[in-house]
């Protein structure tokens, strides 16, 4: 009986010492696959009612990295990141990643960035739910959908080259 009583009594001051049940420390983030299913959907919605058939989100931005999520049903732009590194998470959908090569008749976009233009002498990876892929900064990159309806992807900017 004593045991239980003690149990009893740890159970409570447990349960209610704020101390004990700790918080998440600052700077972490937890985005669970069911959050991100959902915010999906709400992207794929918008992007099919926007005429660049593209929805992004800025989940959280820091001194050092970003985070994104995206939904396109289009071809995106040539881009080009001075600073900054991305690091891809397909989450649905396939698209061709066309990369490297040299950047033609792009444009200077924001400081650091170009886009539009074309890509000359870049290779073309197959992307597919599950892939993950590094685009170093000062590379060229475009995602084509290539025929797919669309593509979802989690998007992490490294930045600070």
Sequence with gaps: MKTNSILCL???LFTCNPRAQESVPQ???HWSADSLKQLEQ???AEAA???HHLA???LKDYPN???MISNRQADGVVEWHETQADIFVVQSGSATLLVGGTMVGGETTELH??????IEGGTRVKLAAGDIIRIPAKMPHQVLLDG???FTYFIVKVKGY
């Design 10 to 12: 740890f159970v409570i």
């Design 27 to 29: 700077g972490f983030e």
């Design 42 to 44: 709400t992207l794929k």
């Design 49 to 51: 009612t926007n005429e």
């Design 56 to 58: 992004v989100r800025r």
């Design 65 to 67: 990295d970003l985070f």
């Design 113 to 118: 960035e170009k886009r539009n233009g074309k």
């Design 148 to 150: 797919a309806k669309e």
